[in-house]
């Protein structure tokens, strides 16, 4: 018995001959919060997007909560409690704050009552502090409100892990703390979490553990201080 949630071995994808992972191993711990970082290009989105089934990985197997999903349809993976934001959010701009939680909502927990749906839905927004908002277009929102609806999006499937692909990026010092503060509350609620990241304060303050991929390739996965010792990722990140 494992006490990984996740756990992915030999990934590797190539996009016509390119290989953008090769052979990358990688587990999630349940409960646990670890960081993936990696120079620009270097496969974090890629190996994301094979973890959740967007991408068919060339080579390797992927468990997860204990099952063997290599071949099972995102949709699926999101039903089962892998949840992912996406780099830019996309909020459905035609409808509202509330009504862009109901619709993954409804698509996580079948058919119920529109009153049913309604309540979890404000339940999600109040998590992610947007419950003032609810009947607002997202068209109004700002960037930080924008990041807490995404993740409130991939709150609605009730993920037991969390992929956040840059949830932070152009923020402000202070709003990153408040997303900080909203995935710390989360992984306390039971939720394991992936953040990648490139804003080194948020990765460091959050990860108990860092997971470094340059060109493809692991080349480190430890302790955010060893990690951040070593010398090869010293040099992967000077030439950046
Ligand atoms: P990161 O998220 O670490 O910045 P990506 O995973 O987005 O990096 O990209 C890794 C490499 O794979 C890049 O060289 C990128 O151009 C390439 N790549 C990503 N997605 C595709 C795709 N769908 N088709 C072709 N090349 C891709
Ligand atoms: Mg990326």
Excluded at 47 to 65: H, K, M, Q, W
Excluded at 201 to 211: D, E, K, T, Y
Excluded at 213 to 238: F, H, N, T
């Amino acid at each position: 018995m494992t006490a990984n949630i996740l756990e992915a071995t030999g990934i590797t994808k190539r996009f016509d001959g390119f290989a953008a992972l090769t052979s990358v191993d990688f587990a999630l711990l349940k409960g646990e919060r670890v960081g993936l970082i990696g120079p620009n290009g270097s496969g974090k989105s890629t190996f994301v997007n094979c973890i959740t089934g967007i991408l068919a990985p060339d080579e390797g197997s992927i468990t997860f909560d204990a099952n063997d999903i290599t071949k099972t349809p995102a949709w699926l993976r999101a039903r089962r409690g892998l949840a992912r934001t996406y780099q830019i959010p996309r909020p459905f701009r035609g409808m509202t704050i509330q009504e862009n939680i109901e619709v993954p909502l409804r698509f996580a927990v079948g058919h119920k009552s529109a009153r049913v749906i309604s309540e979890a839905a404000q339940v999600i927004l109040d998590q992610v502090g947007l419950g003032e908002k609810a009947d607002l277009s997202p068209k109004g929102l700002t960037q930080v409100e924008l990041r807490k609806l995404e993740l409130g999006r991939a709150l609605a499937a009730r993920p037991k892990v969390l992929i956040a692909d840059e949830v932070m990026a152009g923020l402000s010092e202070s709003e990153v703390d408040e997303i900080l503060a909203l995935l710390n509350r989360l992984n306390a609620e039971g939720i394991s979490i992936l953040l990648i990241e490139h804003i080194m304060r948020a990765v460091m303050l959050f990860s108990q553990r860092i997971v470094v991929i340059v060109a493809g390739c692991k080349i480190a996965d430890g302790l955010p201080d060893d990690v951040m010792q070593q010398e090869e990722v010293e040099r992967a990140y000077l030439g950046e």
